[in-house]
């Protein structure tokens, strides 16, 4: 059997990745380093990687490899994440990673809703069909497998810790807890759902309520990490995260035969996402693993769009803002840590920015959960700006479009429950899909009359 | 390009697979005809499959055959169900396939909760991360393509009908919306959560909340889909469900180089499961893909312990039960359909029946959360099995064990967040590893020296 790290039959080539400051090209970090700011300038950091040595084997040779490796039984090769290891953290030694199968989720083909919108060539890729529920696992992978490794060199950590508002926290506590490393989480006090709560709980990491918003915990977060170099800081501030992101590029692309899709719509909050994928798909183009680029777009919340507000200004100014509640509650950020990083994205992907309103992404995610999806409110962001920018013809009717799904619908069970019931209100929402349970009697002619009476409507919202 | 459906590259070997009565021989249907029962003796009908055919081939070539498809580009064979078409339903036309990417799941190294059991090749096959957060998928994809493919043909389905406590809807509505074929839902009204409802409700089933118990809306869903001949059945008692989920067994295999574990632990209710992991080694042994069986066990709730019950009397008798509540909510069935099959199964294999109390089914999902798992509360029966045949010495600490996981514990944030509040009482549920979360003030002091005293126990609790 050849071995997965063997690149050819003969020669094991050595790659190389470092942090780089994102302004001072002289300021380099070892992966294994715990820094999270450029020592220099205070300016975020991001992983760079020995490009040359990428570009040393023919495109033809990597996508074998990816191929051959993709969801195959060599650990932890065949994550989708691991099967890119070269391009992702060369720096972890096979038995430090801590990976638990991430990637290889479904490429929902939209056909319906496709037909519905005019837009034939449809995909939805299903990232929140994964251990706990949403991308962050893809991400998540790198960064705990770098804490396992820098304690297999002898470091001290003591803990890795997070802020977070559901997803990251229930991420970190599984890895961590898959790993044996010591997780703490600070969620804020009464605004988390009880179904968000108990994923880190469960998991056993350390999961502190403290009265204050998500700002106010991610800057406790940093301080617990930063002051006293002493908790490992999770949140996507550290770039290692965005490196296991950022191979949904090289996974769509590998799921339709290396094939680049016209578009691809992904909701933005903290922006990390977007950034990752920009990431992806210029890193391919350079290791010659596709020639064109997609256009991307971002999706926000109308309230929570300091990115579409910039993107009106064309870039030229970019104003954090104060976020107002919304049902994707997991881009109800107004300070996002990579908006420098998006924009620098979306100029070079020719990109656009969409919003959504609350009463439009709530409809946008019923409508497509007619179709067989069962779309969370951030897909249902996405959803909504593509349906806008189909109407605005932005989107041609033969493009190609994979909608970015970044969580499972099962996270979010409420949110689908008070959509259905009209309780959506408070949010301005006024449910255009609604449907509606039937009591009925339990016998069999009630039963039977009750059916025949609904086929022709259920037959007209299956077409 | 080699076509997926050619075996080499020269001929294409016609398979053939029928209806057959479980008790008459010669009664055979064609899988496109609408028949549940034997029209002879009224028994249950499975599957089966002309295995000189399926024999024909040598076994590497259809391991290679297998490897090679598995979650690959071509539709619909990167579908883990698909890719073994040939011995799970030859019957479809490949544009009749409604798939949405089956199986692949997620084989979890259950690292830590083996060492702490002293079983350190354990593994959890977690069949829960998929389209619907259920195992209910890779049946329920075989069913929707036959009825899509009877519809093809010229007959008339106006509908599929299913009765469900919840994931067995779920999982029929949204390959019904994804198919645009029309869904009707039978559901006992009152004793499913909001949660369970919504999922059927959104993908635009038309769902009867019915003033009965669930083996109520089985009378009713089998008397509008038997005596009108008129809906299509789509609960288990239909084999073609079966045929989807045996591919589990042969999945399982594939992801260990083709080596077979010495035990399977799976929960059982209606006992539909076991009968399907039991086909699909027996076959994979006469095509010559295996050559051991491995020993199987049914996890049962003790409140709903009919098999457990039987196997303690040597099987010489099945007595139905009346189930009572459990946390298992989904094996919460007294008169299980597949008790025959299942029997069969057990015989065949020196099979093994557990059993499990709420409060034992409770503290092993715990336990197992605790090391990176989120364990549904079936899941948990299967593992305060394993813990028991464990203790028992039966389960050997040098045994390779896989427990099958049926579904996401997202699909039951209430059992988890009721644990851990302690309020679990009625049902008898003392909880040994509940977790607690923790009210800090918003300041660094507090929240700096508060982590602190904690580290020591959150390090014990990872180990």
């Not at 949010?427 to 009359?449: L, W």
Request: with cysteine; aromatic share 8%.
């Amino acid at each position: 059997m050849v071995l997965a790290t063997q690149i050819s039959d003969s020669t094991a080539v050595p790659y190389r990745a470092w942090f780089q400051c994102m302004h001072c090209p002289d300021q380099h970090y070892s992966l294994t380093e715990v820094v999270y700011r450029c020592k220099s300038c205070g300016g975020l950091l991001e992983v760079r990687h020995d490009m040359a040595a990428l570009k040393a084997l023919e495109p033809d040779k990597w996508r074998a490899l990816f191929d051959r490796r993709y969801m195959r039984t060599h650990y932890p090769y065949g994550s989708s994440v691991w099967g890119k290891k070269e391009m992702v953290c060369p720096a972890v030694a096979d038995e430090n990673v801590v990976s638990l199968y991430e990637g290889g989720s479904n490429m929902f083909w939209a056909e319906r809703l496709g037909r519905q919108l005019g837009v034939e060539d449809l995909w939805v890729k299903q990232c929140g069909d994964s251990h706990t529920g949403s991308f962050k696992d893809i991400g998540m992978t790198v960064l705990v497998s770098i804490v396992k490794q820098i304690i297999a060199t002898g470091q001290q950590v003591p803990a890795m810790v997070c802020a977070s508002s559901g997803d990251t926290s229930a991420a970190l506590a599984a890895y961590g807890a898959a790993a044996g490393i010591p997780v703490v989480v600070l969620l804020p006090r009464g605004k988390v759902t009880a179904a968000q709560m108990v994923q880190p709980l469960a998991n056993g990491a350390l999961t502190l309520f403290l009265d204050t918003d998500f700002d106010g915990c991610m800057k406790l977060a940093k301080a617990l990490s930063n002051e006293e170099q002493f908790y490992y800081l999770a949140n996507s501030m550290n770039p290692l995260r965005l490196e296991g992101q950022k191979t949904v590029a090289v996974e769509m692309v590998q799921q339709d035969d290396w094939t680049v899709p016209d578009w691809i719509v992904v909701p933005g909050g903290n922006l990390g996402n977007i950034s990752a994928l920009g990431k992806g798909f210029l890193e391919m183009r350079e290791m010659g693993l596709i020639e064109v680029l997609p256009r991307l777009v971002v999706a926000q919340a109308a309230h929570a769009d300091p990115l579409y507000q910039s993107y009106l200004r064309g870039f030229e100014t970019f104003e954090p803002q104060r976020a107002r509640k919304t049902l994707a509650s997991a881009i109800q950020i107004g300070a996002p840590v990579s908006w420098e990083r998006a924009i620098r994205v979306l100029k070079t992907f020719d990109g656009v920015v969409e919003c959504a309103s609350e009463d439009e992404l709530a409809d946008a995610s019923a409508k497509a959960d007619l179709t067989g999806l069962f779309a969370c409110p951030h897909t249902g962001v996405a959803l909504a700006a593509l349906f806008k920018l189909v109407a605005q013809k932005v989107i041609a009717p033969k493009d190609k479009v994979v909608v970015v799904s970044t969580a499972h619908g099962l996270k979010f069970p409420e949110f689908k429950t008070r959509y259905h019931a009209g309780d959506l209100e408070e949010f301005g929402v006024v449910p255009r899909f609604r449907q509606i349970p039937h009591e009925v009697g339990a016998e069999y002619g009630a039963v039977q009359s009750f059916v025949l009476r609904h086929l022709d409507g259920l037959r007209a919202k299956v077409v």
